[in-house]
């Protein structure tokens, strides 16, 4: 059975990263070598520890940080485990975490390529994180009267945050 892609690979197409407060609650799946997903996120600025752990024996992580460029800021692909974690001190921005299948060694002697590095990962962490305010799309208003009116939209992205009001603020 095929799974669809959760996550493009692009910063242009990044998913808004899990985030409840200060916290990253993210899953995710690497469905084939050439499979990467990439998530936003905001930040104050300050220090941010991010995890890619999985259950799975078969996918061998690589965690990247970048910068709204797409350039790396930080990278862990542990010799010694699967699962990866970084650590990175960021300014205020605009940021995105990429995690890919890799390989270790040399495939002809002692090692794997990526073409096996499958499997569901899970993204944690934390760090000073910045909530987007949702964006709405399809805003109708109708019902209008001398006392009140009828606003109605669709929320195209609250990045995990609950909406926890309803009206207007």
Do not use: H, W
Request: glycine share 12%; aromatic share 6%; hydrophobic share 35%.
């Amino acid at each position: 059975k095929f799974v669809p892609d959760e996550a493009e690979g692009s910063v242009a197409q990044a998913m808004p990263l899990s985030i409840s407060g200060t916290t990253i609650n993210q899953v995710g799946i690497i469905s084939s070598a050439a499979d990467t997903d990439c998530f936003s996120f905001k930040s104050n600025g300050g220090l941010i520890t991010i995890s890619a752990d999985n259950p799975n024996p078969n996918l061998d992580v690589l965690l990247e940080l970048t910068d709204s460029s797409g350039a790396v800021l930080a990278s862990s692909n542990r010799a010694d485990s699967m699962s990866a974690t970084l650590t990175y001190a960021v300014g205020a921005g605009n940021y995105f975490v990429r995690v890919s299948g890799t390989g270790a060694g040399n495939p002809s002697t002692d090692g794997y390529s990526s073409y096996g590095s499958v499997g569901a990962y899970t993204l944690s962490g934390s760090g000073p994180f910045t909530a987007n305010a949702p964006t709405v799309s399809e805003l109708s208003i109708t019902n209008i009267s001398a006392n009140g009116v009828t606003l109605a939209g669709t929320v195209n992205s609250d990045n995990g945050a609950p909406i926890t009001e309803r009206g207007i603020v």
